[in-house]
């Protein structure tokens, strides 16, 4: 591989700042720990870059019935 230069040509007809530009969606999933620290990580990644970011977090009440906990 060259230097800056890829060998492989996508095809899709965007230049690269048009590629950088469109939006990403990422989805931590899983059990376990680390999905948080993955995300804030990549989300201060992105922000050290000048990339917006936004960060959403579903967190489901003890008090709720939903269909992972009913009985």
């Not at 230049?15 to 995300?39: F, H, I, N, Q």
């Not at 990339?51 to 579903?58: I, M, N, T």
């Not at 709720?64 to 906990?69: A, E, H, R, V």
Request: proline share 4%.
């Amino acid at each position: 591989m060259t230097r800056g230069r890829t060998t492989v040509d996508p095809g899709d007809g965007l230049t690269t700042k048009e590629r950088r530009s469109r939006p990403l969606l990422l989805v931590y999933t899983g059990d376990g720990k680390g999905k948080t620290s993955a995300a804030v990580g990549t989300a201060l990644r992105s922000w050290a870059q000048g990339w917006p970011v936004g960060v959403y977090q579903f967190v489901k009440s003890a008090s709720w019935t939903t269909g992972s906990t009913r009985r």
